[in-house]
């Protein structure tokens, strides 16, 4: 290999990173691939993992180093050992973009129409892998870097964010076809690529004029954003303050709400962890809660924390509870899918140094049951912070109206974490035609359309509160909905067939 091979592999990472906030420079994504898939051309497949890598690796250093200034502000890690940390993520996410150049490769020798028809398949059996392997960390996949292009989105109510992911790998690949090999049909090729990309367009203006159609009656919600930061959400003396804050900017919801017709209760909106204490071991703090909701007449869905007792032990859940607008319980839903350093820590054998810096992580359980809370005016389902970038956990909740995504994304600071956060739960309101209603203790706060239009956003760090309506999804559950991943596995599949015809064959390049 060359150094212009390494420093084309760069160019593809930098235009990668570049797609997802803070830059979001979507209109690269068409592009992005082709400086790689450019030099894979007559290049051993051990070349291709290795150019790859340098691709995938730079490319996501540059959309995830958030990661470090979490670590240090947020969770008490060393400098020097979060960016170990930073460095390790972005590698082991640039191995899937180096398996992606050394299958490519393996599996189509003869770089042409094959290798153009597999980079697609490749990249996105790749990535179902990521949201599977060690959990899943499903973060910023290529389609996403799309979720503020609504026309392009839609088709992901058929197949998901991979859907949307495909789209994009495959007209890099024909642009890639198409001047690598001039000399190879370049009108069908050019034309093929305007024919998908007009199926795809066409389909995603078709349904941006059809969904709202689909929503049923508006439903009143507010949602409150506290502004609590971390360093003092957990000290004893705060709660006091922090539960007045919270008070105050519901009663001024309250007053909001007044005058508007009110066919149902609203249902107000607190962010996760919103109570900063254990809420079932606290009496004193339910009576009061319990006093808020019914003060303002208001079904009350808030964050904070859960425990079970069993032979002693006591186990710790993230949880959301409802009130109704007589104060009574209406139920609890406990987080299923905990957040890798977070609240769990992944390779505890191999990484066993973390915990010892950060002796507080780790320590959660996961809930057992999805839950929808039935409720005048539309079924919901409530998505726990980082629940939200996985589609099948969400799934499990495809019978809600709406969702509601409760998050602390006060870890992020100032950086572009926030934004991507809410970029994929865009996509996920897509996906289900479901719009979302996302409350964050210090933002971004938003109401994301069915179509993913982000209608309302709240400024980062600062108190804020909205009153407004939410129209519920009243038609059928859509074909991903039905059917999830299906696309993506069979993608995965004619990988895993590929692989295998290719053993049989004893193909040469190893």
């Not at 697609?120 to 960390?137: D, K, Q, T």
């Not at 209603?437 to 982000?454: F, K, P, Y």
């Amino acid at each position: 290999m060359r150094p212009r091979d390494f420093a084309y592999a760069a160019l593809s990472g930098i235009l990668l990173g570049l797609l997802f906030p803070p830059f979001s420079f979507q209109a690269i994504a068409w592009v992005a691939l082709f400086p790689l898939l450019w030099i894979l051309e007559r290049k051993h497949p051990l070349d291709g993992m290795i150019l790859g890598f340098v691709a995938g690796f730079i490319g996501y250093f540059i959309i995830i180093w958030w990661v470090e200034e979490t670590m240090v502000n947020y969770g008490g890690l060393p400098s020097p050992l979060a960016w170990l940390l930073v460095l390790t993520l972005a590698a082991y996410i640039g191995l899937y973009v180096g398996a992606f150049g050394y299958l490519l490769i393996w599996l189509t020798p003869e770089a042409g129409f094959a290798r153009m028809f597999m980079a697609p398949v490749l990249w996105v059996a790749l990535e179902l892998a990521r949201a599977y392997i060690l959990s899943g960390f499903p973060w910023a996949l290529l389609g996403y870097s799309q979720y503020s292009i609504l026309p392009v989105i839609q088709i992901a109510d058929l197949f998901g964010v991979y859907g949307v992911s495909f789209f994009i790998v495959l007209i890099n690949a024909v642009f890639w076809h198409f001047f690598r090999h001039p000399d190879r049909a370049p009108i069908l090729v050019f034309g093929g690529g305007v024919a998908v990309a007009a199926l795809v367009l066409g389909y995603g203006y078709i349904r941006l004029h059809e969904v709202p159609g689909e929503m049923g009656l508006p439903r009143p919600v507010g949602i409150v954003q506290p502004d609590t930061r971390p360093s003092m959400k957990w000290e004893l003396g705060r709660r006091e303050a922090i539960m007045g804050d919270l008070e105050k900017l519901t009663s001024a919801l309250v007053g909001d709400f007044r005058g508007r017709s009110r066919p149902v209760p609203p249902l107000i909106v607190w962010p996760e962890a919103a109570a900063p204490f254990i809420y079932s071991e606290e009496p004193r703090w339910q009576k009061r809660i319990a006093g808020i909701a019914e003060h303002a007449g208001s079904y009350l869905l808030f964050g904070s924390l859960s425990a079970k007792r069993e032979e002693g032990t006591m186990s710790l859940y993230n949880s959301a509870y409802l009130l109704g607008p007589d104060g009574r319980s209406e139920g609890r839903y406990d987080k299923m899918h905990l957040v890798p350093f977070g609240e769990y820590i992944p390779l505890r054998w191999l990484l066993f140094f973390v915990e010892k810096f950060v002796p507080v992580i780790g320590r959660f359980g996961e809930g057992e049951e999805a839950r929808i809370f039935d409720v005048p005016g539309g079924e919901f389902g409530v998505l726990i912070c980082f629940e939200v970038i996985f589609p099948r956990v969400v799934r499990r909740m495809a019978g809600a109206r709406f969702f509601i995504n409760i998050t602390n994304d006060a870890w992020f600071g100032r950086t572009a974490a926030s934004e991507q956060h809410l970029s994929m739960a865009a996509m996920r309101a897509v996906e289900f035609r479901t719009p979302i209603v996302r409350a964050a203790n210090t933002g971004i706060s938003a109401i994301v359309d069915a179509t993913g239009a982000i209608r309302i956003r709240s400024p980062l760090f600062e108190k804020w509160r909205w009153a407004g309506t939410v129209s519920p999804r009243k038609g059928p559950p859509t074909l991903y909905a039905r059917v999830g991943d299906v696309f993506a596995f069979v993608c995965f599949a004619i990988m895993l067939l590929m692989g295998w015809l290719a053993v049989v064959r004893g193909h040469p390049r190893l």
